[in-house]
């Protein structure tokens, strides 16, 4: 089994005696149960990795670690950024659990015009910091060092500027023409695509986002619900660009 990963602040990230406290550290200790010997893996979420030991677990949350190696995760290539629009209840932060434990790079969460759900006021800064959270845990999880970034709500326009500068830029759409397997895509830059609401893409979105270069594509036979369309088309992408290989 591969040792935990931990999240801690960069300057931490060093050979050497590191102490882990905090949140993380009561997790170690008082959740995950660590004790001396057992290995794991500090990051700070951003590509550096710290790999050492465990030679002492006190309190409630320290954790010490004998950090032996120092590894630098270098950038994704192609990095892939998917749109997510706002689907209904807890189905935002499982489509940002499932993207992150795929490999997605970054998230962008959109208001798009037949989303049931809004971000209003309040609302809007506890649900983004939920989707920022879930990234950061399944990040853990799924042992990455760099985890995805989940940008601020999105609008059409500012979707349309994101697909404008990408070098693909694809939207899931039951109706498109092409299969995402089969399209070609970049060994560089950047990979966006778009997943629309339970709604679907609105004819103007749609229009807006192909004046910005995007592509309609779909992904098979069966319709897929918003919340894991954007994991199905990640996992096409990973293997197909080379990711995964």
Same mark, same amino acid.
């Given at each position: 089994?591969?040792?935990?990963?931990? #999240?801690? !602040?960069?300057?931490?990230?060093?050979?050497?005696?590191?102490?882990?406290?905090?949140?993380?550290?009561?997790?170690?200790?008082?959740?995950?149960?660590?004790?001396?010997?057992?290995?794991?893996?500090?990051?700070?979420?951003a590509g550096t990795g710290a790999y050492g030991s465990v030679t002492a677990a006190e309190g409630k949350d320290r954790?010490?670690?004998?950090?032996?190696? #120092?590894? !630098?995760?270098?950038?994704?290539?192609p990095r892939i950024t998917v749109v997510q629009a706002l689907p209904k209840g807890d189905r935002g932060e499982l489509?940002?659990?499932?993207?992150?434990?795929?490999?997605?790079?970054?998230?962008?969460?959109?208001?798009?015009?037949?989303?049931?759900?809004?971000?209003?006021?309040?609302?809007? %800064?506890?649900?983004?910091?939920?989707?920022?959270?879930?990234?950061?845990?399944?990040?853990?999880?799924?042992?990455?060092?760099?985890?995805?970034?989940?940008? !601020? #709500?999105?609008?059409?326009?500012?979707?349309?500027?994101?697909?404008?500068? %990408? !070098?693909?830029?694809?939207?899931?759409?039951?109706?498109?023409?092409?299969?995402?397997?089969?399209?070609?895509?970049? %060994?560089?830059?950047?990979?966006?695509?778009?997943?629309?609401?339970?709604?679907?893409?609105?004819p103007e979105e749609l229009e807006l986002f192909a004046e910005a270069g995007a592509t309609p594509f779909r992904l098979?036979?069966?319709?897929?619900?918003?919340?894991?369309?954007?994991?199905?088309?990640?996992?096409?992408?990973?293997?197909?660009?080379?990711?995964?290989?």
């Amino acid at each position: 089994m591969s040792a935990p990963v931990f #999240l801690a !602040d960069s300057a931490l990230l060093r050979p050497g005696t590191v102490v882990l406290e905090g949140a993380e550290g009561r997790h170690a200790v008082s959740v995950r149960r660590l004790r001396p010997g057992e290995e794991v893996v500090l990051t700070d979420g951003a590509g550096t990795g710290a790999y050492g030991s465990v030679t002492a677990a006190e309190g409630k949350d320290r954790l010490e670690v004998a950090v032996r190696e #120092l590894v !630098d995760e270098p950038e994704p290539r192609p990095r892939i950024t998917v749109v997510q629009a706002l689907p209904k209840g807890d189905r935002g932060e499982l489509a940002v659990e499932t993207m992150t434990e795929t490999g997605v790079d970054a998230v962008v969460p959109w208001a798009a015009s037949r989303a049931v759900t809004r971000w209003k006021g309040e609302r809007a %800064a506890k649900a983004l910091a939920k989707w920022r959270n879930t990234a950061r845990e399944a990040g853990k999880q799924a042992r990455r060092l760099r985890f995805p970034e989940v940008a !601020d #709500l999105a609008s059409s326009k500012d979707v349309a500027g994101l697909l404008r500068s %990408a !070098d693909f830029a694809g939207v899931l759409h039951e109706e498109g023409s092409t299969p995402l397997a089969t399209a070609e895509l970049p %060994a560089e830059g950047q990979i966006v695509l778009v997943v629309g609401p339970e709604g679907g893409v609105a004819p103007e979105e749609l229009e807006l986002f192909a004046e910005a270069g995007a592509t309609p594509f779909r992904l098979g036979p069966s319709v897929l619900r918003t919340s894991t369309a954007g994991t199905a088309a990640a996992a096409v992408v990973l293997a197909r660009c080379g990711r995964w290989s």
